[in-house]
């Protein structure tokens, strides 16, 4: 359920990242390639962009297609950024809260997409939300699981850990609270790019001059694409991407920094799993 797609790199206009390409984002609303779990995603979609030497994004967001949005196509052709992030939504639960529940959420620095749905909701994850505080609680943008699960994100970068720690602690979190849910998680500061792969298909590209781009399918037929294994944990800056499986997390950042990489042209190498 929904697609959503994050780049860093050098100026270009949003169309030339959401909508000329042949499997862009746009297409991917209603012929989705490599998506898992529905076939249409036509129920919200956003896109957050960073302005040169402003720390906070801008966002479009709406309630209906993206294709049925001629504001968004005009968006597109003119304004330019340097990193975005961007999503199609398929509802988990049809007509949930409207534009407010369309990615990507936003807080401070930082651009959230959650591509998958949370099993059991909302009882399975009653006890995880029983441990924000109440005013995050109140403060939830919308009521649907997404939601929740960024607001579990965002309780744990704001209590300092960094991105990477924050996705993982999050999504290990909600699988054990609701075993079955697909979490592919999606987080920007406007520098680097975090991401999950769990329950859903997740790529990335990276191209000479500096340019990252981190998808739920790929936007083209490029042979340099990289399919991310799933239940792994993916960071990246405009330069490199650094992959290691998801149940090595938390031995790995108390241990060591060291995750396994793979650079531009190259083929991922995540660290071998323990036994």
Known sequence: MCRHLAFLGPEEPLGALLVEPPHSLFRQSWAPRRQQHGTVNADGFGVGWYAEGDPAPARYR?????????SFADLARVVKASALL?????ATVAGADGEAAAAPFAAGPWLFSHNGAVA???????PLAATLP?????????RCDSALVW??????????????????????????????SRL???????????????GDTLWYLTRPGRRTVVASEPYDDDPHWQEVPDRALLMASRTEVLLTPLKDMTDDMASSPTLGSARPGGP???KEPRT
């Open 134 to 142: 109440a005013a995050e609680l109140l403060s939830l943008e919308a």
């Open 184 to 198: 592919n998680l999606l987080l920007t500061n406007g520098d680097t790019i975090t991401a999950t792969a769990w």
């Open 268 to 270: 991922p190498s995540p």
């Open 151 to 180: 607001a579990l994100v965002l309780h744990r970068l704001r209590a300092g850990d960094d991105e990477s720690q924050a996705l993982a602690d999050t999504v290990l979190e909600v699988a054990e609270a609701a075993p079955g």
């Open 62 to 70: 709406r309630t209906g297609p993206i294709w049925g949005d001629q």
């Open 120 to 126: 059991g909701w909302p009882g399975s994850l009653a």
């Open 86 to 90: 961007a999503a199609v939504r398929d």
